[in-house]
């Protein structure tokens, strides 16, 4: 959201099958986001509980929804306003093809004025991690400290080292570093950077990030500049296992479903005698990626839990 900008915040809940046009119409409006959740969503298999409506947090097939309906909240600058009446004869169209439509009340809510980014800036602080480094948002001053500082700006991408997910990545990391020469480092979702970077920082000679969001690639690359190690840090949307060759660390923090999807390119990328780092797992979840991961041959050396996420450690 921009800075200041005051904004409207936009509920309704329409069809599912109605669900595209309306984000469509709403984006178009100059909604800055759209979420969905839908109400009445069950696992496939018919049991548990409701689940997430974000397909990335599905785990196997499709969950069924059985309400057929999604709630809709967009958020829309102020002048949106000036729009409403055009909304409900959008809807009124609409209603001809999905019946039930206009049922359904939309309901708009001021969204007090506040600088998003200040806001969420404010709460990050430099923070300590391993027994060497030190994460340090780019825009503050770094504190005295005898640790290898990292400035990061993650921009919109994941990374900033507060997420166990990360932070236990990194520790790992500066472990292997302080067992062994580690000339390469392969980091398989690299977001901000932070995990190669840090590596680099830590005496890594090389690393190659691989990311699939083109922002977060870009705020990468301005990261491992701001850190001085652009000259040995390649980052790329090439997907794992497209001719990166092998790597003394492989290093994904990712979602299980997604790991288990690229088990057998990471897997590959480990050199002889290196180190596989696996994170971003729920702990409901590890058992499946302990087996794929052994199956493609490498054995489990240690793991790290805290909450319900697990980070794990393999060897070839
Ligand atoms: C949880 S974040 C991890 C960021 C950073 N490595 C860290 O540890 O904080 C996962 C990242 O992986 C990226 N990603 C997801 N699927 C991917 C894939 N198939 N290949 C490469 N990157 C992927 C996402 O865009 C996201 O930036």
């Known amino acids: 959201m921009a800075e200041n900008q005051e904004w409207v915040e936009l509920t309704v809940t329409v069809p599912v099958a109605a669900q595209d046009l309306v984000v469509d119409w709403l984006l178009e409006a100059g909604a800055s986001g759209v979420q969905e959740s839908y109400p009445g969503l069950f696992p496939a298999d018919g049991e548990g509980e409701v689940i997430s409506g974000d397909p990335s947090e599905w785990w196997g097939e499709a969950p069924k929804n059985k309400s057929g309906k999604v709630d809709l909240t967009a958020w829309l600058p102020k002048s949106y306003l000036s729009l409403e009446n055009d909304f409900q004869g959008f809807l009124q169209r609409l209603e001809a ?30 923070t300590a991690i391993g027994m060497r480094l030190m994460v340090c948002p780019s825009w503050e001053e770094p504190p005295e400290t005898d640790r290898i500082v990292m400035r990061i700006d993650p921009g919109m991408a994941f990374g900033t080292g507060t997420h166990f997910t990360t932070a236990s990545c990194l520790s790992l990391i500066e ?37 699939v969001d083109l922002d977060a690639l870009a705020e990468a690359r301005e990261n491992a500049v701001r850190n001085g190690v652009a000259d040995r840090m390649t980052v790329t949307s090439a997907g794992v296992g497209s001719g990166e060759g092998q790597f003394d660390v492989v290093v994904a923090n990712l979602v299980a479903h997604t790991i288990v999807r690229l088990a057998k390119p990471i897997c590959q990328a480990v050199a002889d005698g290196g180190w596989l780092i696996l994170s971003g797992i729920l702990a409901e979840h590890e058992e499946t990626v302990d087996r794929e991961i052994q199956a493609h041959g490498l054995k489990r050396h240690a793991s790290m839990t805290e909450d319900s996420w697990v980070t794990l450690l393999y060897r070839p």
């Open 97 to 126: 093809r999905f019946p039930g439509i206009l049922a359904h009340k939309v309901s708009i809510e001021n969204v007090p004025a506040q600088d998003w980014n200040a806001n969420w800036k404010a709460t990050w602080k430099p």
């Open 175 to 211: 472990e292997i570093v302080e067992k062994t020469t580690v000339d390469s480092l392969l980091d398989v979702g690299t977001g901000s950077g932070i995990l190669a970077i840090g590596a680099l920082l830590l005496g890594v000679k090389r690393a190659v990030g691989i990311e």
